[in-house]
């Protein structure tokens, strides 16, 4: 499966934001669970398919998060950004 993949480290209650240019899969993952979803074993995840953007997923703890988009299958290009709405805890 083709996706576009990006990696930043959150605090808990931070906020993923992903636009993009057709519906699509959203799902934010922990690093062992981003590796299990690349070698097409079960994961878990937070997101979904969303056909309206753009989505905005909080992540529940603090660590390093894995946010990967896809179309689903088909091979069609699209754009996207993802952005992250961080707290100014500190």
Known sequence: MRFVHSREYLNAGD???V???HQCNVRVMSDTDFQNFK???SHNYHGGHFKMLPARIAVPSSGYWNTAIDLGGSPSAFQYGVSY???DAA
């Open 39 to 41: 070698n097409g074993r």
């Open 19 to 21: 636009q993009c240019s």
């Open 15 to 17: 906020v993923v934001v």
């Open 85 to 87: 709405l961080k707290s």
